[in-house]
């Protein structure tokens, strides 16, 4: 039998909490947009973003050192991304994240989403 580990069982509970909102996700005008958010230097760029309900947020680690992206409340954590690797995040309502790189703490960001 395998070991869910804490990291797991958060991202379940993540995915679990937004489920219900799925069918929300799309904007009113049927566009959802992509952004990048490029980690380099030990920054996130842009460090603050906002986006529109239902938008996705790609995390794009371009430093050869490990890095994540973190949400202060748990909400999301995309695990440790090496130099070249990327993940994406759907944002379904509004709502304000505080993030940081859990391997680099002072590393920190914020996504608004409107």
């Known amino acids: 039998m395998s ?5 797991t069982a958060l991202r379940l509970a993540a995915v679990a909490a937004v489920a219900p909102l799925a069918a929300h996700m799309a904007r009113a005008d049927g566009h959802a947009t992509t952004h990048t958010v490029a980690i380099r230097n030990f920054a ?5 973003l906002t ?3 239902g938008d996705t947020v790609q995390f794009v680690n371009e430093d050869n050192a490990p890095h ?3 949400a202060d409340s748990g909400a999301f954590d ?6 070249g690797q990327s993940a994406s995040l759907q944002f379904p309502s509004a709502a304000t994240f ?14 608004t989403v409107v």
């Open 78 to 83: 995309t695990g440790n991304l090496r130099g």
């Open 3 to 7: 070991k869910i580990t804490r990291r």
């Open 68 to 70: 994540t992206a973190t």
């Open 51 to 53: 986006i529109n309900a």
């Open 44 to 48: 996130f760029e842009p460090a603050n």
């Open 98 to 111: 505080s993030y940081f790189c859990a391997v680099h703490p002072r590393m920190k960001g914020s996504i």
